[in-house]
């Protein structure tokens, strides 16, 4: 290959994020022969994002795609143990560590975002994951291949391009140019810190405090290696009457090329530290020596933006991609970040490998694989708003019933 060539291969990813790195993973299992390549925005991984509830589909997908990542996620998880599973000293119960493993056969649990990227990044060849190449444009070829344009990189040419690059997803907005999430008028503070006992967490896995305003939430949890995650999640119009103005439009324009992953993020100043301390103090009182106490550069800021339930069933016709492209993860489907989006984004690799599999490298491979996710997507986001009014108190459009819980359970 000269320097003026195109690159050619056979399956780009765009987005090293989870779900990216474990469908590269899936695929170069499956197609062992074809090469397969994840381009990443950022220059390296650097310790970020929140902790993510590995849950019974995130597991299962695993457990079909690789036992050793399976064996590694089972050990390890942190299991999450309900507050009245702790007997009057403070000890969990044995019976309530158990009840997953006894109900599905493994176990569930929280880790962090970065950890699991980790893990999926080493369980790649070297050379896999293409660092610092950040996705500006797309231009279709006449013989349906891509031609992916990034920013002072080479061009790369892709028979199949899979968009999983997050939240806003520029493959998205350049290939589809279809409506981005919508602003579901929340704001989210948050921070990885080291455990210490001001922060009034009991010290350990399993221990949550959660403090409660009107339509504000203070979460905090703990991760291995006394780790813990504080998210400060606050209603636009609540904030904006604290004195701190959100402007979602700013978001999704400008800003998206610099924060298009909702985890991938670093804080660039102090700003989102000193407007979250603002509103600590003014609206959740009790937890403003949290924030005060953080290191400004951990704290980082965003709009919680989703794309509804019936948004993404709206698209069962067409599905949500065209061509020899398809959408996976946050891409396809970003959600309210109660415990789902992830794991969703981990059942998509499973379901889109298998139908790879079954009928090739394929556009009709693409579309079954979109058509058969969309019915359980929108179930589930919808599952996430009505968990997300209960814990926020939101609105709840539609209240699920139980055909829907027992679909997301199956
Ligand atoms: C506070 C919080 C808590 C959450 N908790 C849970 C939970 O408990 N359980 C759960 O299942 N989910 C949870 N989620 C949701 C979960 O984080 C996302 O669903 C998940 O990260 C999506 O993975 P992804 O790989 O699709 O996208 P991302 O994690 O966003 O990764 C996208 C990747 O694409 C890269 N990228 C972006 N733009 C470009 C570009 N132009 N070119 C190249 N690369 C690019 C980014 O740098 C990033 O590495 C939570 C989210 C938040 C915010």
Redesign the pocket.
């Known amino acids: 290959m000269n320097g003026n060539s195109v690159r050619q291969v056979d399956v780009a990813i ?7 790195l474990f469908t590269a993973v899936a695929l170069r299992k499956a197609f062992p022969g074809k090469t397969i390549q994840v ?4 220059s390296s991984y650097r310790v970020c ?7 019974l589909g ?1 597991m299962k997908a695993f457990r079909a795609v690789d036992p050793d990542l399976f064996d590694f996620f089972q050990e390890a998880v942190a299991q999450i143990i309900p507050p009245r599973s702790r007997n009057a000293t403070d000890e969990v119960q044995a019976s309530a560590v158990l009840s997953n493993h006894e109900n599905y056969g493994f176990h569930t649990g ?1 880790i962090g ?1 970065y950890e699991i ?1 980790e893990a999926l990044y080493k369980a790649l060849p070297e050379g896999v994951v293409q660092t610092s ?4 444009g797309v231009e279709s070829c006449s013989d349906g291949a891509s031609k992916l344009l ?1 920013k002072d990189q080479p061009s790369v040419r892709a028979q199949l391009l899979i968009g ?4 806003f ?3 998205r907005q350049a290939v589809m140019q279809d409506e981005p999430p919508d602003f579901a008028n929340v704001i ?1 503070f ?1 921070a990885r810190v080291p455990w210490s006992k001001e922060l009034g967490i009991g010290q350990g896995l399993s221990h949550v405090r959660v403090e409660r305003g009107e339509k504000i939430v203070m979460m905090m949890y703990n991760l291995k290696d006394n780790v813990t995650v504080w ?1 400060f999640t606050i209603d636009a119009d609540k904030a904006r009457e604290a004195g701190v103005a959100y402007d979602p439009e700013s978001y999704t324009s400008s800003r998206v ?1 610099q924060t ?5 993020q670093h804080s660039q100043d102090s700003e989102a530290y000193k407007r979250c301390l603002q509103l600590a103090k003014a609206t959740l009182p009790q937890t403003e020596h949290i924030v005060a106490d953080t290191d400004p550069s951990a704290v980082v800021e ?1 709009g919680l933006f989703t794309r509804p339930g019936e948004k993404v069933a709206a698209l069962a016709e067409t599905g949500w991609g065209k061509g020899m492209v398809t959408f ?4 396809a489907h ?2 309210r ?9 981990l059942e998509d690799v499973t379901v889109l490998t298998g139908h790879l599999m079954s009928q090739g490298l394929c556009e009709s491979a693409l579309r079954t694989f979109e058509k058969e996710r969309i019915p359980r997507v929108s179930t589930i986001a919808q599952m996430e708003y009505a968990m997300a009014a209960s814990n926020y108190g939101h609105q709840v459009e539609r209240p699920l019933n139980d055909k829907d819980y027992a679909e997301f359970k199956a």
Not at 14 to 20: D, E, L, Q, S
Not at 49 to 54: R, T
């Open positions: 765009v987005g090293g994020g989870p779900v990216g381009y990443e925005r950022s994002g929140a902790g993510i509830n590995l849950d995130g929280l975002w990227v190449h950040q996705l500006e990034f999983a690059d997050g939240y997803s520029p493959t989210v948050r998210t090329q298009a992953s909702v985890q991938n965003h996976i993860g946050d891409a970003s959600m970040p109660t415990g789902q989006g992830l794991n969703t984004g």
